[in-house]
């Protein structure tokens, strides 16, 4: 089995850039299932219902969110629509579902979203203590389970490799924008990444307007942030598991211009 997990689309150019990919991509890696980062899609904060809309169409499976879950208020609307997950340790009696539990090729797959803690700027419980919950919860119900962490620091998100080393069968960080070299398998079976990067304005910071993103660092006056335009790159990773064992046995990060 193969999945594909896909770095967060900046803007809606980045919405134009996986609809123009993700068909190739999908039939020359032979994808059998699909996860896209979309906190960021709708003028780079938060999504609208047109473009939920727009990611269903696609046939994505699940569509993971992060600290912008609830910067456009369409989401009410649909957030309980099994295809979404916002992050699993926001406060509890929060709307919507943290993880969910889908079918693929005979084999029930566990997403768990989780939003870090270090530097995000956003109030939440401890991912790490929220996802032995879930994994308690779910043992007994899933063969396979892949977790999104939205993390601004790669070493929280290398702890939690550790933490779940051989618990899991794959975690990949997002939110930096920033792809990171250090895919591995684990000697327990664990796919990783730090960064899956992002898929939006590729001469950009981080998907931001060059102009007003520099303009802000040299000046230390607030500049309102504007997306980028132009030519798009596309971001994500395939992680390859063994359907028999359902450990990981491969992961190979995508970097297209």
């Known amino acids: 089995m193969k999945i594909l997990a896909v ?38 904060m938060g999504i609208t219902t047109k473009i939920f809309n727009d990611l269903k169409s696609l046939n994505i499976d699940v569509i993971t969110m992060g600290n912008h879950t609830w910067g456009k208020k ?37 997403v768990i979203n989780l939003i870090g803690r270090t530097e995000i700027g956003v109030q939440s419980d401890n991912p790490f203590t929220k996802v032995d919950d879930i994994i308690s919860e779910t043992k007994d119900k899933a063969d396979i389970t892949i977790i999104d962490f939205h993390a601004e620091a790669s070493a929280e998100k290398i702890a939690m490799k550790y933490y779940l080393d051989g618990r899991v069968t794959a975690i990949y960080g997002t939110h930096t924008h920033v792809q990171t070299a250090d895919e591995e398998i684990t000697k327990k079976g664990t796919a990783f990444i730090s960064d899956i990067g992002m898929t939006g304005p590729t001469n950009s910071v981080i998907g931001m307007d060059v102009a007003a993103s520099v303009k802000r660092f040299v000046t230390s006056l607030p500049e309102r942030y504007k997306l980028a335009e132009g030519e798009c790159m596309f971001n994500g990773c395939v992680i390859e598991i063994n359907e028999e064992t359902c450990r990981a046995t491969s992961i190979e990060r995508i970097y297209i211009k």
């Open 7 to 44: 770095g967060d689309l900046v803007g809606e150019s980045g919405v134009r850039k996986l609809k123009e990919m993700l068909p190739n991509i999908r039939k020359e890696k032979q994808i059998d299932f699909v996860i896209v980062n979309a906190e960021n899609s709708a003028g780079g």
């Open 74 to 110: 369409d989401i009410f609307t649909f957030i309980d629509d099994p295809k979404i997950l916002r992050p699993a340790n926001y406060s509890r009696g929060v709307v919507g579902k943290g993880h969910n539990i889908y079918e693929c090729k005979n084999k029930k797959i566990c």
